[in-house]
């Protein structure tokens, strides 16, 4: 149990709509980091915030946002969803950069 | 920028033998190097990484691994294979700043044989 807590594990869903994708870091860790994972692309880095605030943004979509709450909980918002947005979400946490990632166990979206 | 290069995307092994999992990377600074790995319907979990010091890691499970500059290379070993090492592998590189992300390769799946 690497103690970083995504919900749901499971969401399927129609194209055009909007999901949320919830994470809670380790306790004690400050940054939260956002992954994609699939077949053709690999693990495809998000965004990261580090306590409250954007520190970096990988390959995001417009249609997709986050934010990073005052509990350090995290969200992924995904809307207009495409069939191409299918895949497993990560969310890691570390308590600085460039350190160890410990990672949830992924959020499965399918857009049917 | 940083980038990782993993050499072949399933590795097979008979159960005994040496493991052996490629990666080479690029980075503009000098660079952190992760192994990774993720067991079916799990997160990553981390091997072992490399940040300065002693060039040959050992990780958990038995793997270490030996980062070359000379060769931008990170290669995972293990040696003696087991079933339950039967799991994809990521290796990972970020600079090596205070705030760095990791960009991951995309993956060796390795598959023993009994």
């Known amino acids: 149990d690497s103690g970083v807590t995504q919900t749901p594990k499971h969401l399927i869903t129609a194209t055009g709509q909007r999901v949320t994708l919830r994470c809670s870091p380790r306790?004690?860790?400050?940054?939260v980091y956002w992954y994609q994972q699939s077949l053709d692309q690999g693990l495809q880095f998000l965004i990261q915030?580090?306590?409250?605030?954007?520190?970096a943004k990988g390959n995001i979509l417009e249609r997709f946002s986050a934010q990073q709450f005052p509990d350090l909980h995290s969200e992924l918002n995904l809307s207009s969803l495409e069939l191409g947005d299918s895949a497993l979400y990560f969310c890691a946490s570390s308590l600085l950069s460039a350190g160890e990632l410990f990672f949830g166990e992924g959020s499965r979206l399918t857009v049917l | 920028a940083q980038s990782v290069t993993q050499l072949g995307s399933h590795v097979s092994v008979s159960e005994g033998a040496l493991v052996l999992l490629r990666c080479n990377y690029s980075s503009s600074v000098p660079p952190y190097l992760f192994w990774y790995v993720q067991y079916p319907n799990q997160g990553l979990q981390l091997l072992l990484k490399y940040t300065t010091g002693a060039t040959l890691v050992k990780g958990i499970n038995g793997f270490e691994a030996e980062f070359k500059k000379s060769e931008t290379s990170f290669h995972l070993t293990k040696p003696s294979a087991h079933m339950s090492d039967a799991a994809e592998y990521f290796c990972a590189v970020s600079a090596n700043s205070g705030y760095s992300t990791l960009t991951f390769g995309k993956g060796t799946m390795l598959l023993v044989s009994p």
């Open positions: 306790s004690g860790d400050l940054s």
């Open positions: 915030y580090y306590n409250g605030e954007e520190r």
